[in-house]
């Protein structure tokens, strides 16, 4: 029976696990596999994820704010893992016949980078975009960026903290951004999380906004966030945090069963 879990600290507003279980019911898988949220703190991480491989566990997605530590644990990364500097997924793989821990190998993986890009309207290719934040979320959707040959412009509060993304990924830093000068604007920020203002927090006007763009906050809750509800209103193409959430998690699944994700039963469960 393999088990699989999202690692998270807090975890309890997780929408994975209604997503993931319907997606292995939908699968026929519902009876063998099963999916569920485990919270633990930062200091008790990789001694609970190395158990974890003991347990039946076939694989795990890991949240805020284990990223990193969740990488640094692995005995193999994915190369999209490494250069984006954090994973959003464990695979244990049993070598031994007993399935002992030890004989477990933990491999990470980042879904988060091709999510983002499979929830997007078209290709970004050539496309100047605008990343606000500079955490873990913006470093996926940079190196996600730059992959497909977009131009990236990154600002984040902390003006150091998006000076050094840039310096690792690439991509510009930018302090005072033109809002209308961007085909896509992506929200990495916790802003709107707890609802803050996000025109008050982020360098953006609420009537700044053009129907030729494309606007994605990854802030997730029950409905649109002030941001989208205002790049909407403008007549612009929007992307929320589910269909983010939907996306990473659909090929997080693929990679553990081998089969295609039923992507309208993950969007309908995540939806509520
Ligand atoms: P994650 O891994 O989800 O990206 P993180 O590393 O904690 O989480 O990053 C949170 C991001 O939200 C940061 O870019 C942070 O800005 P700082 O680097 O200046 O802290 C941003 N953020 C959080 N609250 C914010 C606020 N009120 N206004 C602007 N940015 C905010």
Redesign the pocket.
Known sequence: MPRLAVLGYPVGHSRSPVMQSAALAELGLGDEWSYEAIEVAPDAFEQRVRAMAGEGFAGANVT??H?GAALALADELSETAREIG?ANTLVFTHNGESGEAEEAVIRAENTDAEGLLRALPGPSRDRRALV????????AVVWALLREGAEVEVW???EL??RHLCEELGGAPVAAPDQSAYELIVN????G?AG?DPFA??PLSQDGFAPEQTVVD?VYGGEPTALLRAAEAAGASTVDGIEILVQQGALSLEIWTGRPAPLDTMRAAARG
């Open positions: 805020v704010p990223k954090a606000l934040g500079a955490g873990g979320a913006a470093r984040n509060r902390t903290r998006s990495t920020t916790a802003v999380l803050e927090e982020l990854m």
